[in-house]
């Protein structure tokens, strides 16, 4: 399997591509990574150094892919954060160029927007990018609660309006939508849950709350599942085994005392999580 994966990068630690792309190896995909910034380190730390890209040299990077006459062997996109609107129309254009050499090629799209507690954080015009453009372009979505809402325009206090808010994304394009950080009124305290939609069905993984808030688990559980779902075509595999592997990773991280996850230490949670959670129809 061949993804293209376009995301940001950072030298230090692990978000963006630094953080989905060796998941992905791990598991036996090539990965064929093409960065929208790269930076020493992600921008929580308050400082950083390096640039941001242009669409012009995403889709120049693409061209030099094309011309290896190799785009018809991609099995799929993936994009997570995008730094302008610009990115997200080379994104897309990317897409349209694999599907166009692989009409069975899947994109997957992690639309980065904002988080609760956080708000919207992105540049201005992305929130409308992603709503408006990306996400019906996409076959896999994997929002948060935030985004959820956002693309929506739902509010999601039980769990039968996050079912009714990813069926309405549902019918802007994505028949896949995974809904991450997700706690509603049924949530326990101690606990989070995980919501994937295919068609008309959901099912639901329940994961214990851990003591830790990184930068980067997004970006690794977008991969994982999008992963397990290419190879499968089951959105409840692709759950149970993203979510097993996540929480593994998180709890190694928890354990270190880390800021950053531990991607490498933790390699071997994405081919054998250490446990496993039921995936419950719901």
């Not at 606990?191 to 639901?204: K, N, P, Q, S, V």
């Not at 970006?219 to 593994?248: K, N, P, Q």
Request: net charge negative.
């Amino acid at each position: 399997m061949n993804i293209l994966s376009i995301q940001s990068h950072v030298a230090y630690g692990h978000v963006g591509n630094a953080s989905a792309v060796f998941p992905m190896q791990r598991l036996g995909v090539e990965v064929w990574p093409i960065h929208t910034v790269q930076f020493s380190n992600h921008t929580g730390y308050g400082a950083w150094k390096g640039r941001v890209f242009d669409g012009p040299a995403i889709e120049e990077l693409v061209e030099g892919i094309a011309e290896r006459g190799v785009l018809g062997r991609c099995d799929g996109v993936l994009s997570g954060y995008m730094g302008s609107a610009d990115i997200g129309s080379a994104i897309l254009s990317a897409v349209a160029q694999v599907r166009a050499a692989n009409p069975g090629a899947l994109y997957c799209c992690d639309p980065v927007i904002g988080d609760v507690g956080r708000g919207v954080f992105v540049r201005p015009g992305i929130p409308e990018f992603m709503r408006d453009q990306a996400v019906p372009a996409a076959d896999v979505i994997t929002p948060n609660q935030f985004e959820l809402e956002y693309l929506s325009g739902r509010a999601t206090p039980t769990l039968a309006a996050a079912k009714e808010a990813v069926a309405a994304i549902q019918l802007t394009g994505p028949r896949v939508v995974l809904v991450t950080s997700l706690h509603t009124d049924e949530t326990p305290e101690d606990a989070i849950d995980l919501l994937a939609g295919e068609g008309d069905r959901f099912w639901r993984v329940r994961t214990p709350k851990l003591s830790i808030s990184v930068n980067g688990a997004g970006d690794a559980i977008a991969a994982l599942f999008f992963v397990h779902y290419a190879r499968t075509r089951s959105a409840a595999t692709a759950l149970g085994e993203a979510a097993a592997s996540v929480y593994g990773l998180m709890k190694r991280t928890e354990e270190a005392g880390s800021r950053e996850i531990l991607t490498v230490a933790a390699q071997d949670e994405f081919v054998n999580p250490s446990r496993r959670f039921p995936v419950e129809e719901v």
